[in-house]
DNA sequence: GAAATGCATTGACAAATATCTATATGTTGC
DNA sequence: GCAACATATAGATATTTGTCAATGCATTTC
């Protein structure tokens, strides 16, 4: 995977990074659901969630159906690998380029 | 490992959601490194720097090292496979449970 | 086509966050 | 001890973000 930029990076991250989205993502484990659903388990108001389903969209970690006037929304599993990727390619150390720490006493 | 609660899981993502400290964390991969060093090569001033690296910290992706008037910071490998789990466990379907999408036409 | 329903968008507002300057704290070398 | 240096903390400010009420836009149902 190409690396991506800070800004992409950190959007990802920030999809993640608030509390109400993690239960959101946690209610989506069990498989796909639709917003009135999701709305009746989180303390919420309809154009909050939707928000909130938007940066997790935007953001490529959930996913949404359209099916009449409802919206079905699913946890993505490329974008899940992306982030994990991502995850990965931050943190792993990169011995080849290992440098000493600058300073010294 | 036990399930984080919601506040635990956001901290450690929102300390990955910003792109100063995604680039503080790329500067580590390749081995410990000072402030003075991380200063030189990010566009922040020192106490900007420090708080960044607090959050960090914190959030345990970091660890600080004082020596002398030095500090010095490296990328956990606890904290991150913390996080490695931490996101695993997010975004694992949970088959067992798995329900019909509610709203049907 | 009018009413009802489900969701998105807009605009306002409060809380949280990133940033800076100024200052404090701790360490080293003279 | 004092000056120089590295980092942390405090306080101020601007920006971002999460939230809500109000409204708009589809879609369904009668």
New binding site residues.
């Given amino acids: 995977m190409l690396e991506m930029d800070e800004r992409k990076v950190?959007?990802i991250f920030?999809?993640f990074?608030?509390?109400?989205?993690i239960r959101i993502i946690k209610l989506l484990r069990s498989g796909e659901k639709?917003?009135?659903?999701?709305?009746e388990e989180i303390?919420?108001?309809?154009?909050?969630?939707?928000?909130?389903?938007?940066?997790l969209?935007d953001a490529e970690i959930v996913v949404?159906r359209?099916?009449?006037?409802?919206?079905?929304?699913s946890i993505s599993e490329k974008g899940v690998k992306q982030a994990k990727e991502c995850l990965e390619q931050l943190t792993t150390l990169n011995v080849e380029y290992k440098s000493k720490s600058c300073?010294e006493?």
Same sequence: chains 1, 2.
Avoid: F
Wanted: positive net charge.
């Fill in positions: 950190a959007a920030k999809a990074g608030d509390e109400n989205r639709c917003a009135c659903k999701l709305l303390n919420v108001t309809q154009p909050t969630l939707s928000h909130h389903m938007k940066i969209c949404g359209k099916e009449g006037k409802w919206m079905h929304y300073c006493k």
